[in-house]
């Protein structure tokens, strides 16, 4: 029997492996900063129709709301193999959205004493944190994302050269642990941005 005379490269060996985890990573920031993005200009644009003013929503000063990028990744995470099941996708979405919503809500409120959402009077609404209306839009949100908007932004972010996906991600990654920085400090309050107990 031949000896063996120098062992293989591990570092070779597990690098695929590596680079699939660290691409998969980058996709789900992707994704995280696309629906902290459209979170935020949904909550503008309500605002702007209802009030006629401009808003800047959310814990936050940069135009992100990361309940909305949260929602996205661990929805994704949790329901992408439902892309044909659009009913299954859409309760799941509603369970899963309502309950993070219900979190992050109480979470701001206990830690801070501050409500960026209150939905006191509507139907079917618990403590002003979640209500009916807000549970069905999160549903169907969660089916648009999981059955028809996660395959092309994948397949968009994959088209975009790697050298600038990681650069974009990392300008952006600063950006908003800055943002979270100084909100922590001074969190985004006012008139149309927060709400009273």
């Given at each position: 029997?031949k ?18 985890t ?58 992408c193999?439902?892309?044909e ?17 219900l ?22 609404c ?19 994302w999981?059955?028809?908007l996660?395959?092309?932004?994948q ?6 050269p ?35 107990r």
């Amino acid at each position: 029997m031949k000896k063996q005379t120098s062992q293989p490269n591990f570092k070779t060996l597990s690098k695929p492996r590596f680079k699939f985890t660290q691409e998969f990573i980058f996709l789900l920031l992707f994704y995280f900063f696309t629906a902290s993005l459209f979170g935020f200009l949904w909550e503008v644009l309500i605002f702007l129709v209802k009030e006629g003013h401009f808003r800047n929503r959310g814990f936050l000063y940069g135009p992100w709301l990361p309940v909305y990028g949260s929602g996205a990744i661990l929805i994704y995470l949790l329901l992408c193999k439902l892309k044909e099941h659009p009913e299954k996708a859409f309760l799941y979405s509603l369970l899963i959205g309502t309950s993070l919503e219900l979190l992050i809500g109480w979470i701001l409120d206990f830690f801070w004493g501050l409500r960026y959402w209150d939905y006191t009077g509507s139907l079917f609404c618990f403590r002003g944190y979640i209500c009916l209306a807000s549970a069905l839009g999160i549903g169907f949100a969660g089916c648009l994302w999981i059955c028809l908007l996660s395959s092309p932004l994948q397949k968009f972010w994959f088209s975009v050269p790697e050298k600038i996906r990681r650069f974009g991600l990392i300008i952006l990654s600063l950006l908003f642990l800055l943002d979270c920085a100084v909100s922590l400090i001074f969190p985004n309050t006012g008139r149309g941005i927060t709400f009273s107990r």
